[in-house]
């Protein structure tokens, strides 16, 4: 969340940055709902401050009836404030919580359409032969099967087989590789987390039209949509020492897809469930957008490993969640669809996160300050495999794997 000391400064930009990301809200009721709880909480205070002085003032012999009338008082209209606070706190940390971050100046405006193309790389010429969708390449091959998996679990949940479920293992293992290199520490997480860490990681904030998280009925527990979550989590209520700290978790994604309807989707593209190795960064607010820059430099270097044409987009304030400051995408080229498609992304949060989370830090003088934090996929692994299957393919349906793969599949060179 941000400070609530910089919305008061900065409402109208606060407002204005909450339309441009499409979040209804209504920052001339959270001040004033801010104005109110102040109100009262002085009162309190003050009447604590007071009750304090009274019982000071009696010790070490018997109150006499005036003193004790008075703190009854006291008492009586210290109960009636608390009572008049609780609901006045609730509904203000509410909208509070509900705030979006900001986003720079330069952030095209707009939804999705909007999304800003900032650089390409590699070769997206049409090929002399039509090359297979995934899904039908898959099932013919018996590699993939949608159908039991509906069968299974409903429909977007499947199976990989065979030589494709060891291509996912390999390319998990070479993003592994790839950020730890980078100065990434691998991290196994959990795949399930409390409310406040989904709440503290922005999650919650969402539209419900937008709602990813699938929760436990009867429980404090929810799975998880990417290991940035729990990865948020990791250091909650803690004062980091020497930083940056550098994660990259290796999980599944549990995704509702709820409001997806309408984007691509076939096969593996928008699925309920898929593995993913993500990157996480907590450091320095002077750092951040260099940490940014360089994260984006990292997904860039493994889609250039694997030899898969790319291009990377800087996202419009309509396309952001409620936690982005800022956000890029890297988008495969598809040679079945011609056009790009989502593969990773990368986001800056500045201390969106650190703030719900209580994570700090203490600078040279003493003083703690909020980390800045920011998250980037290194492989949606089922992407990646699409991406793979269909820019490698050759006309007689073979794929030739990147030869970067290779050793991590037995030295096998084909699919």
């Given at each position: 969340m941000l400070d609530i000391r910089y919305i008061r400064e900065n409402a109208e930009q606060v407002q204005k940055a909450a339309s441009n990301k499409g979040f209804k809200i209504d920052i001339n009721k959270l001040l004033e709902l801010d104005k109110?709880?102040?109100?009262?909480?002085?009162?309190?205070?003050?009447?604590?401050?007071?009750?304090?002085?009274?019982?000071?003032?009696s010790k070490g012999s018997q109150?006499?009836?005036?003193?004790?009338?008075?703190?009854k008082q006291l008492k009586e209209r210290l109960a009636k404030l608390e009572?008049?606070?609780?609901?006045?706190?609730?509904?203000?940390?509410?909208?509070?919580?509900?705030?979006?971050?900001?986003?720079?100046?330069?952030?095209p405006l707009g939804g999705e359409e909007a999304n800003r193309q900032?650089?390409?790389?590699?070769?997206?010429?049409?090929?002399?032969?039509a090359v297979i969708d995934h899904v039908d390449w898959g099932e013919k091959n018996d590699l993939l099967d949608f159908e039991r998996g509906a069968?299974?679990?409903?429909?977007?949940?499947?199976?990989?087989?065979?030589?494709?479920?060891?291509?996912?293992l390999a390319i998990a293992q070479l993003a592994l590789d790839h950020a730890q290199k980078a100065g990434f520490t691998p991290m196994s997480v959990p795949h399930l987390v409390s409310?406040?860490?989904?709440?503290?990681?922005?999650?919650?904030?969402?539209?419900?039209?937008?709602?990813?998280?699938?929760?436990?009925?009867?429980?404090?527990?929810?799975?998880?949509?990417?290991?940035?979550?729990?990865?948020t989590g990791y250091h909650a209520d803690e004062i980091l020492g020497k930083l940056p700290k550098l994660y990259v978790g290796y999980s599944p994604a549990y995704r509702k897809e709820a409001g997806a309807y309408g984007k691509h989707s076939r096969g593996l593209y928008r699925v309920h469930q898929f593995n993913k190795v993500e990157m996480y960064v907590f450091c320095k607010p002077s750092d951040s957008e260099k940490w940014h820059q360089k994260m984006v430099e990292i997904e860039e270097s493994l889609c250039q490993t694997l030899m898969i044409p790319y291009r990377v987009v800087r996202i419009a304030a309509g396309d952001l969640g409620a936690a982005a400051y800022k956000?890029?995408?890297?988008?495969?080229?598809?040679?079945?669809?011609?056009?790009?498609?989502?593969l990773m992304s990368c986001s800056n949060i500045t201390d969106y996160q650190a703030r719900r989370l209580n994570i700090r830090y203490r600078d040279e003088d003493g003083k703690t300050n909020f980390v800045h934090t920011l998250n980037g996929t290194v492989a949606a692994i089922s992407r990646l495999s699409i991406a793979i299957i269909e820019n490698f393919q050759g006309r007689d349906g073979k794929v030739e794997l990147p030869a970067a793969l290779q050793p991590?599949?037995?030295?096998?060179?084909?699919?």
């Open positions: 109110q709880r102040r109100e009262v909480v002085a009162k309190i205070e003050d009447l604590r401050a007071k009750r304090n002085e009274l019982s000071q003032s109150p006499a009836a005036e003193v004790i009338s008075r703190g009572a008049e606070a609780e609901p006045l706190q609730a509904e203000y940390s509410k909208l509070y919580r509900e705030v979006p971050n900001i986003i720079p100046d330069d952030t900032e650089r390409t790389w590699g070769d997206t010429a049409d090929k002399d032969f069968k299974v679990a409903g429909s977007k949940f499947y199976f990989v087989k065979g030589s494709l479920a060891v291509l996912e409310e406040r860490i989904i709440d503290g990681a922005g999650f919650s904030a969402r539209s419900a039209e937008e709602e990813q998280i699938y929760r436990v009925d009867g429980e404090d527990l929810n799975l998880i949509a990417t290991a940035e979550i729990p990865l956000k890029y995408d890297v988008e495969y080229w598809s040679p079945v669809d011609k056009a790009y498609h989502e991590y599949m037995a030295d096998q060179t084909t699919l």
